[in-house]
């Protein structure tokens, strides 16, 4: 599955745990927050001051 800028952080982690590692690399510390998981990612990216389309390559690198 590719993940796109309006996937929720929960659903890519439901999805692909894995992906997690790159979150917290790129600065996403609070993985674990309840209010984090309703976030797209567009939406935390812009909290936390990451360009989401860098994080998308990562995200769906295979």
Same mark, same amino acid.
């Given at each position: ?9 929960? /659903?890519? =982690? +439901?999805? &692909?745990? !894995? ?5 917290? @690399? ?12 309703? /976030?797209? =990612? +567009?939406? &935390?990216? !812009? ?5 989401? @389309? ?9």
């Amino acid at each position: 599955m590719k993940f796109n800028k309006d996937t929720k952080i929960g /659903e890519l =982690l +439901e999805i &692909a745990p !894995e992906k997690a590692e790159v979150l917290m @690399e790129a600065g996403m510390h609070c993985l674990g927050c309840p209010a984090s998981q309703a /976030e797209t =990612l +567009e939406e &935390a990216c !812009e909290v936390h001051g990451i360009d989401v @389309e860098e994080l998308l390559k990562k995200v769906n690198e295979e």
